[in-house]
């Protein structure tokens, strides 16, 4: 893989673009085009201040001619980001691996809106390592465990645990309480997406995806769950649940999509990745890691 032909900047790395065959008469028109979010004036702005380079090193300037099937490196930027107010707890480090009890409401990946605010962008600034990757990702709304790797050499024999489902991952969630459910269960589907972007959802076919689910505590209507999840789709978990007929205590994807607005920080998802255990690969000796947060069963 060739290296981004920028440094990592503020614990954020370069973002890279590959251009196609095309039209446009510079690089900048095809950015403008392409990233059409952001302003001709933007863009001018970090090809003025070296910003924006070639997959060698060379600066794009205002006016450099369009050429196709090269890499664009550029810093991306987000102007008045918030902080998001809670804070990641790093439960464990070495040479390979660091494990972060991520918080409700905290991206673990910059995409969108969120940049710095970030669990990746965060710990490359705190551990001040550049070649930090997550192995793994929950939902921006789930709290909990989650894992990263250091080491590009030893990346993929992790990657690896979790393309063989040799991961045991445990998550606790709070929802309604149905007595006419017999637990524990296993709840079996195929998932794709809906026809709202945000949402998956259940479909007749082949299952794709699986879920074993044990009820834990139970107090007044709510429910305290502990969920299993054999496969990995996006929103599994919420959607399975939603199905059974107990949706996840403030899900705002599952059943309905509720409008989105300003965050309630006094209404986090009640989901947390608990825990997650497996064999090393590289030691073969047995790791778990669990996460110090709970869910308020009230």
Not at 102 to 111: A, I
């Amino acid at each position: 893989m060739k290296q981004a032909a920028l440094p990592t900047r503020d614990g954020v790395s370069a973002s890279c673009v590959s251009l196609p065959d095309g039209p446009w008469p510079t690089i900048t028109d095809f950015l403008v085009q392409r990233f059409a979010h952001q302003p001709r004036g933007v863009w001018l702005q970090r090809i003025g201040a070296g910003e924006v380079v070639d997959e060698y090193g060379v600066a794009v300037t205002a006016q450099r001619a369009y050429q196709s099937h090269i890499r664009v490196y550029y810093y991306r930027g987000l102007v008045d980001e918030p902080r998001i107010p809670f804070d990641e707890t790093l439960l464990f480090q070495d040479q390979h691996l660091a494990v972060v009890d991520k918080p409700h409401f905290l991206p673990v990946m910059p995409s969108g809106h969120y940049l710095q605010e970030t669990v990746l962008v965060r710990l490359k600034r705190k551990l001040g390592i550049d070649t930090i990757v997550p192995i793994h990702r929950i939902d921006r709304d789930t709290a909990g465990v989650v894992m990263f790797s250091l080491q590009p050499g030893t990346r993929d024999r992790y990657h690896a645990l979790f393309r063989q489902h040799a991961v045991r991952k445990t998550y606790e969630a709070i929802a309604p309480w149905r007595a006419d459910l017999q637990f524990p269960l296993t709840r079996e589907s195929r998932l794709e997406p809906a026809t709202h972007f945000m949402q998956q959802q259940e479909v007749p076919g082949v299952a794709n995806s699986l879920t074993h689910i044990r009820l834990l505590e139970t107090r007044g209507a709510l429910a305290r769950y502990a969920l299993s999840p054999v496969t990995g789709h996006r929103h599994q978990l919420r959607v399975h649940m939603a199905a059974l007929g107990l949706p996840i205590l403030n899900d705002g994807i599952y059943p309905e999509l509720t409008p989105e607005g300003r965050t309630d920080y006094d209404r986090p998802l009640q989901l947390l990745a608990k825990s997650i255990a497996f064999s090393d690969p590289l030691t073969g000796l047995p790791r778990r890691f669990d996460s110090l947060r709970q869910l308020a069963l009230a």
